[in-house]
């Protein structure tokens, strides 16, 4: 179990209950793509237990559950926590139906996710509750930036890669777009802690080596983001570099949405 940084933000501590084994990995797999790890508990009981012995920014909470349902660890948390450390709290149910969501909002839950919850999803739940950056750049570098609007994808480099793999290139392919999952998902985070440690060798190679990744899966977007953001550390411009790492970390997020559906695992 670790405690994890989201780009550009303060730590993000989150916390998983789902007991279902499957559904565990799935939800900590998504986690770790969108740059974060989060600590798990089996159960409503685990997790009424987990909350009290740390505080917590985020909690995933399966409505579903033996011993202590979601919606009953729900309601203990916001009456049992103090207001200092009372957490966000995402439903999860697999079972949606007309009213779930105004029971689980009376339970005292912020957010509502149906199963199986899409990375875009989660990627967006998780956005509304994000602490603010660190740094806040200046006016000018909140312009819009012309590199929105490039697309997120480009089928072609991807078709390329299959060509070139030969025999076996769907299961080859597979493989490597797993290994971009990990490999990035592993790497995101350590942008922000790079600049916040001023390790701004390391977070231009980062950037490098995330850009370089973009260009052989085809993420026209994040390929420019990264590139933009090698160059402007390499110019000592940190404060834009702070800006540019959250949009890097949300355009991976959309990155992987595209290459799940075109490359299943």
């Keep these: 179990m670790s405690i994890r940084l989201e780009p550009g933000s303060p730590p993000l501590r989150i916390l998983v209950v789902e007991d279902n084994p499957i559904n565990q990995q799935l939800a900590l797999r998504m986690l770790k793509r969108l740059g974060y790890q989060a600590d798990l508990a089996v159960d409503g009981i685990e997790g009424l237990a987990a909350v009290h012995a740390r505080p917590y920014d985020l909690v995933l909470m399966d409505v579903q559950m033996p011993k202590l349902d979601g919606l009953v660890t ?5 009456a049992e926590l103090p207001p200092e450390r009372q957490p ?3 439903a999860l149910t697999a079972n949606a139906a007309p009213g779930d969501h105004e029971r689980c909002l009376a ?3 912020d957010d509502y996710l149906s199963k199986p ?4 999803a989660l990627a967006q739940a998780l956005s ?3 602490p603010a950056p660190v740094v806040v750049p200046p006016p000018a570098l909140l312009t819009p930036s012309p590199l929105v609007a490039l697309p997120t994808w480009d ?3 991807l078709r390329r890669l299959a060509e070139n793999l030969g025999p076996n290139a769907d299961m080859l392919l597979r493989e490597l777009v797993n290994s971009f999952y990990d490999e990035a998902g592993q790497m995101l985070p ?3 802690t790079s600049l916040a440690s001023g390790a701004v060798t390391d977070l231009r190679r980062y950037a490098h080596t995330l850009k370089s990744h973009g260009a052989t899966f085809g993420g026209l977007a994040f390929e420019a983001l990264c590139r933009e953001l090698e160059r402007v550390t390499l110019a000592g411009n940190l404060e834009q570099a702070a800006q540019l790492i959250p949009r890097v970390e949300a355009e991976f997020a959309q990155l992987c949405v ?3 559906n075109t490359v299943p695992s």
Excluded: Y
């Design 155 to 157: 089928p072609a480099p």
């Design 190 to 192: 350590k942008l922000a």
């Design 74 to 78: 729900s309601q203990r948390i916001r």
């Design 88 to 90: 966000h709290i995402i």
């Design 128 to 130: 509304k509750f994000q």
């Design 258 to 260: 595209v290459l799940r």
């Design 107 to 109: 339970a005292g839950m």
């Design 117 to 120: 919850v899409s990375l875009a």
